[in-house]
DNA sequence: CTTAAAACCTAGTATTCCGATAGGGTAAAG
DNA sequence: CTTTACCCTATCGGAATACTAGGTTTTAAG
């Protein structure tokens, strides 16, 4: 399951995305055209300009702004920041790699293979879509 | 992230199908090797044989079998019946949709247009394998 | 017939994570 | 020098996970 974390930081950024190039959002402009907690929301943005992806301007006036063009915004890079690992096991992932404690031969878990699988799938839609694709 | 029951599901199914056609498996067994708890795993065979996926035998000498051969048995099976859906979010799950109370329109919302491609390439790759590719 | 072995079933529990809220702190326009 | 808006920490209830406990029923074997 995507955690509302990762779905409101999506619409957050294509919201954002979609102004013209440059533009500051505010937090509270995002939070009533979407229906996303207004503190809440803040947090998510916090941790997407901490992660370099967006850019903020404080005081009057101020708001966030995306410091790439949306079409280099890669999702994967989007769901790392905000989800966490895109594989579902940490024994296939490739940020976040971990052993499995109950597993003593990573080649011959069929759930390791299986799940190889399913991850680059999965990667592979992430790399092609950029903020750019889902405005 | 996937589930540990889901996981132990898995490896407990594939241990099942190395053994000979209709040969009857016990929790212990499968316990022992793989390193899972025991009643843990009893939990999960259980919903396995409730799904219909599995068959049990009481008493002694019982255990677990396979109710079809083991390439009949796709992995959207095992997955849904232990991990539920595949989909990240309901409003693209095939089997389980539920319709989101934040967006008003699903056909103009970013997170939507992304999970389809990612639900399509998931589902197509768990499809494709089935218990017999795992062993 | 008895007993042991095995699955079956219900319930409970400890821990963790999620989504949200609270409450202020800090910096920059005007 | 006040308002605006981002920055930061802490907390908290509820749900889900990962087990655990203990008893019941069925079957085979002695």
């Known amino acids: 399951m995507l955690s509302k974390k990762t779905k409101y930081g ?29 503190k ?5 943005l916090l941790t997407l300009r901490k992660s370099g ?10 708001g966030y702004y995306l410091l790439k063009p949306s079409h280099e915004i890669k999702m994967t890079d989007v769901i790392r920041t905000l989800e966490g690992p895109i594989a579902m096991v940490p024994c296939v992932s490739l940020n976040y790699y971990e052993k499995c404690d109950d597993c003593p031969d990573e080649d011959a878990c ?18 092609n879509n950029t903020l750019a694709d889902l405005v």
Do not use: P
């Open 10 to 38: 999506i619409k957050a950024l294509t919201f954002i995305a979609r102004q013209e190039k440059g533009t500051m959002v505010q937090i509270a402009t995002i939070s009533e055209s979407e229906n996303i907690s207004h």
């Open 110 to 127: 069929s759930v390791h293979k299986l799940m190889i699988q399913v991850r680059d799938n999965t990667l592979q839609v992430l790399r």
């Open 53 to 62: 992806i967006l850019g903020a301007k404080k005081g009057k006036g101020g």
């Open 40 to 44: 809440f929301l803040e947090s998510i």
